[in-house]
């Protein structure tokens, strides 16, 4: 069935760096866009960047444009997000997804709790 890990959450200073990670299995990882999305405590889920199948071609909220950098590793079946200079905004549970083209179900992972703070 279609699983999607995340890992590398955690606590980190403003300013500072920390890479997220999202393995996945259950379905065709390379030809499917992938997304990462992230909840703060008391908001909405909310886009924070995607990827095309092939990772030719990426977009991200206006918050994090020029801070992060969505990516994946096709051959690893991996999605990674690479969070710079992070702002205590930025503070939220992070989870990534997929709308699996087979059946056009989405499916998300169980989230990775990033904290910034100082």
């Known amino acids: 069935q279609v699983q999607l890990v995340e890992s590398g959450g955690g606590l980190v200073q403003p300013g500072g760096s920390l890479r997220l990670s999202c393995a996945a299995s259950g379905f065709t990882f390379s030809i499917h866009a992938m997304s990462w999305y992230r909840q703060a405590p008391g908001k909405e889920r909310e886009l924070v960047a995607i990827?095309?199948?092939?990772?030719?071609?990426?977009n991200y909220a206006d918050s994090v444009k020029g801070r992060f950098t969505i990516s994946r590793d096709n051959a690893k079946n991996t999605l990674y997000l690479q969070m710079n200079s992070p702002k205590p905004e930025d503070t939220a549970v992070y989870y990534c997804?997929?709308?699996?083209?087979?059946?056009?179900?989405?499916?998300w992972g169980q989230g990775t709790q990033v904290t910034v703070s100082s």
């Open positions: 997804y997929v709308v699996v083209l087979t059946t056009l179900r989405a499916y």
């Open positions: 990827i095309t199948s092939a990772g030719d071609s990426t």
